[in-house]
């Protein structure tokens, strides 16, 4: 099973991401992450951001290892752990020069192909994560890009006010006006940027919303995991009675 959740900034997707993974027993793979270790790479390397030839050809080259445990995920760039590194403002305020980058968009998108494939074939269940049950993707363009055959697909949003409260309690440790204002600019500049590359702020066709602006973490998790199981169900229906496709 593969479930792909795309969303803007703060709302919600990694760590609901994460939780709807470990509930499924699945591998969990966040992909923003890819951009911001890429962004690390890049700045570690010297590599000016604004040459997306150089930008390109590093992140060709940029030995990255992805951990898919959704207990402990982790990101390992040329044996260095940038778990905590790729999360400083340094990094969030640099990010979209990387992500908006067409050629590294293509790498990163075949790598995460790469992964989820492995995690959702039986054929390669013994050597997998998962066992094989599955993943759960979350980015930007995972539902119409990377994996638009997915087999379930949500776009998980909420309003421009909860995402900057909760970015702003997740960066500043309060939400209160000063911290919200100092956040929106991260927030809003990188939804802005990002959104000329990719869409994900309105939900494609065949794409389930989940508006989780007036849910707390729980009620969202259990939400996602509600969709997940009656896409699923629906799925085996059609299976079991020979219809034809499937509910995406």
């Given amino acids: ?30 992909t923003g992450a890819m951009y911001r270790a890429a962004t690390w790479w890049c700045l570690e390397e010297g590599v000016d951001l604004t040459d997306q030839a150089a930008v390109a050809a590093a992140v060709d080259v940029m030995p990255l290892v992805m951990g898919i445990d959704p207990a402990a995920p982790t990101v390992h760039v040329d044996g260095t752990d940038v778990g905590e590194a790729i999360r400083t403002t340094e990094i969030s305020t640099a990010v979209s020069a990387v992500a908006t980058n067409l050629a590294v968009r293509a790498e990163l998108r075949r790598l995460q192909r790469v992964i989820i494939a492995a995690e959702s ?12 049950r599955g993943i759960v993707a979350e980015g930007r363009d995972i539902t119409t890009v990377v994996a638009p055959d997915a087999d379930v697909r949500i776009l998980l949003t909420a309003s421009e006010e909860a995402r900057l409260a909760r970015r702003s309690l997740e960066v500043h440790g309060a939400a209160d006006a000063a911290a919200v204002e100092a956040t929106k600019d991260q927030v809003l500049r990188r939804d802005r940027d990002d959104s000329t590359v990719s869409q994900f702020h309105v939900a494609a066709d065949g794409v389930v919303t989940v508006d989780s602006s007036d849910l707390d973490f729980e009620q969202t998790v259990q ?8 896409v699923m169900a629906t799925t085996t229906t059609h299976d079991a009675t020979g219809g034809e496709g499937t509910a995406r």
Avoid: H, N
């Fill in 1 to 30: 099973m593969v479930v792909a959740i795309d969303g803007p900034s703060g709302s919600g997707k990694s760590s609901v991401s994460r939780a709807v993974a470990r509930r499924l027993g699945t591998a969990y793979l966040d």
């Fill in 121 to 132: 074939s039986a054929a390669a269940a013994d050597a997998s994560f998962s066992g094989g």
């Fill in 223 to 230: 939400a996602v995991l509600d969709v997940v199981e009656q």
